[in-house]
């Protein structure tokens, strides 16, 4: 059953928030601000993609193309490896991952997918680790 989660890019299991988290006064990032990143980020994959009929984002990207564009260092790499062996991920989650971990790159405005946005993406795959089912 849990195996259909690694067909989906993004998984984030919710917990609810407590009320004195809920009730404090802290302003975050801007919609526009965010949106402006966005918009920056979806030019490069545009620009990435131009002579590729049908690719125009990176969740478009073919595994051939992960090898082309979701360049690491080896440290990154060595922290995947970890992620996929701790918690049973399949080879579609590490496409998923790559892929993820290249679109927060572009938001970050890094050409190279760096530690912390692999890490953040393997953060995104808790629905399809091997451990979920007993954890719900």
């Known amino acids: 059953m849990y195996k259909i989660f690694d067909r989906i890019d993004i998984q984030c299991e919710i917990q609810p928030v407590p009320f004195e988290d809920i009730s ?37 990207m073919t595994d051939r193309m992960l090898h082309e564009f ?9 922290m995947l490896k970890l992620a996929m062996k701790r918690y049973s991920l399949s080879a579609r989650a590490y496409s998923r991952i790559m892929k993820v971990a ?17 890490y953040e993406a393997v953060s995104y795959r808790s629905l399809d680790r091997s451990d979920w089912c007993e954890r719900t």
Do not use: W
């Open 70 to 78: 979701c360049q690491t260092d080896e440290e990154s790499m060595e």
């Open 24 to 60: 404090k006064q802290q302003e975050g990032e801007k919609s526009a601000a965010i949106r402006e990143r966005v918009i920056k980020a979806r030019k490069i994959q545009e620009e990435r993609y131009k002579d590729f009929p049908h690719i125009h984002c990176n969740a478009q």
């Open 102 to 118: 290249r679109t927060i790159a572009d938001l970050a405005g890094s050409d190279m997918i760096r530690k912390d946005h692999i």
